[in-house]
């Protein structure tokens, strides 16, 4: 028995070993360049974010910004869609909030503020806490 716990062990040594040191290769870059200030809804933003998240740096960094902004601003009621993604995903609710940042137009940052202030969903007070803190205070 101890002799399978320690190959599980080690798979997941090596697993998780390739994904630390994982970096953008240059194909990479530039499909998330193409769309990272594209995505418009949840969904496509996490399937970049799963294909893609080692690019999150510089440009590539600002486009999912500017993804970000567009989903909460434009599309406020399908916060609870987002909740969900990042209940099965916490890294996925970082890489978000992480992105309501000081590349944001100021008026869609104040917006950002009052929803989460004042149109927060049922059940989703937490989470309305945390955008509306990265709110008020970009960094």
Not at 20 to 35: M, P, S
Not at 38 to 43: F, G, I, P, Q
Not at 58 to 71: K, L, P, Q, T, W
Request: glycine share 2%; proline share 3%; net charge neutral.
């Amino acid at each position: 028995m101890s002799r399978i716990l320690w190959v599980v062990f080690i798979l997941a040594l090596v697993v998780s070993s390739y994904a630390a040191d994982h970096r953008c290769a240059t194909r990479e870059a530039l499909h998330a360049e193409a769309e990272a200030d594209t995505l418009r809804s949840w969904n496509t933003l996490y399937k970049s974010y799963r294909s893609y998240r080692q690019c999150d740096d510089g440009s590539i960094g600002e486009g999912y910004s500017e993804s970000v902004a567009r989903i909460i601003v434009d599309h406020w009621e399908t916060l609870p869609r987002f909740a969900q993604l990042a209940r099965n995903d916490p890294d996925f609710r970082r890489f978000v909030l992480k992105h309501v940042d000081e590349t944001l137009d100021m008026k869609d940052v104040e917006k950002i503020r009052m929803n989460a202030k004042s149109r927060c969903p049922n059940r989703l007070r937490v989470l309305c806490d945390d955008l509306q803190k990265r709110a008020d205070v970009p960094n």
